[in-house]
């Protein structure tokens, strides 16, 4: 199923749920139609403010230093700044949770721009990811902190295996005139 095939059946899952009033039942708690607007705008604006200073400025500074120097100090200054959570009122459990997933997060998103040189889906994500967050109604769980951070960690190491592995177009043979291969 493509990507676009798959937005008439998202319009009509957020209508349904809308219309039927189920936004709480699956997670979300009820807000205004200015509450979820001043969100969106947030989270979006965030998103873009993030990515742009992480991975557009931070990481292509460091790449010079190598992509694994670049990766990590950009994800570890991503990280390091969701410190600031915890002048929110935010617990310090939660804030060192935070500083791992956002670790594990600002990781994941550098190889991917490394991967694609293509901030524009990184900045889609953490919009997304953002927003869902400031809608959902709280729930806290441990173990499934824990399986969210195993998930992203081997995200990262899929990453990192997959950039070392020579591309399907680079390991094919070089074509001569006429279309045939030497």
């Not at 957020?14 to 969100?39: A, D, H, K, N, Q």
């Not at 949770?97 to 190889?111: D, E, H, M, P």
Request: hydrophobic share 55%.
């Amino acid at each position: 199923m493509a990507f676009d095939e798959r937005k008439p059946i998202a319009l009509a899952l957020v209508l349904y749920m809308t219309l039927r009033r189920r936004w709480g039942y699956y997670g979300f708690r009820p807000l205004t139609i200015g509450e979820i607007l001043f969100f969106g705008g947030f989270t979006l604006l965030v998103g873009f403010v993030e990515e742009t200073v992480y991975r557009g400025l931070i990481l292509r500074t460091m790449l010079i230093k190598g992509t694994a120097v670049a990766a990590i100090v950009s994800s570890a200054l991503f990280a390091i700044t969701h410190l600031l959570n915890a002048l929110s009122g935010q617990s310090m459990a939660e804030t060192v949770l935070q500083i791992f997933y956002a670790l594990l997060v600002g990781c994941s998103l550098a190889l991917l721009w490394v991967k694609n040189r293509n901030i524009l889906p990184l900045i889609a994500f953490h919009f997304i990811h953002n927003l869902i967050q400031f809608l959902s109604v709280d729930r806290e769980s441990i173990p499934a902190d824990i399986v969210i951070l195993v998930i992203l960690a081997a995200q990262c190491a899929w990453l990192v295996v997959s950039m070392r592995k020579p591309s399907a177009a680079s390991a094919m043979p070089p074509v001569a005139a006429g279309g045939r291969t030497p």
